[in-house]
Nanobody, 120 residues
Framework: QVQLVDSGGGLVQAGGSLRLSCAASGRYISTYYMGWFRQVPGKEREFVAAIAWSSAFYADSVKGRFTISRDNAKNTVYLQMNSLKPEDTAIYYC???????????????WGQGTQVTVSS
């Protein structure tokens, strides 16, 4: 079992930055494919970014603005979000999978989510 705790969300103005953290416990995440998703009320959970050993993948909507990284020694994954837009407002979740995936149903473990609100 992997337990994930998301943090770092908050309220920021458009153009600002936030860094989300996902702290894992229970197992080392070095063997997992780690992803970030986001969800707004009434919509499906949306893929944002994922990272394998060193390769990262991004949704087109965040490419060039968001950066996913991992610190295996700290058992933590990060999502650096720059140039934030109001449409980035959502609850952000980190997740862990044993296989490379961008669909939420392929992920086995989830954090509790952290709210990101971007004001215009």
């Amino acid at each position: 079992q992997v337990q994930l705790v998301d943090s770092g969300g908050g309220l920021v103005q458009a153009g600002g930055s936030l860094r989300l953290s996902c702290a894992a416990s229970g197992r080392y995440i070095s063997t997992y494919y780690m992803g970030w998703f986001r969800q707004v009320p009434g919509k499906e959970r949306e893929f944002v970014a994922a990272i394998a050993w060193s390769s990262a993948f991004y949704a087109d909507s965040v490419k060039g603005r968001f950066t996913i990284s991992r610190d295996n020694a700290k058992n933590t994954v990060y999502l650096q979000m720059n140039s934030l837009k109001p449409e980035d407002t959502a609850i952000y979740y980190c997740a862990a999978s044993k296989k490379a995936a961008t669909m939420s149903y392929d992920y086995d473990y989830w954090g509790q989510g952290t709210q990101v609100t971007v004001s215009s």
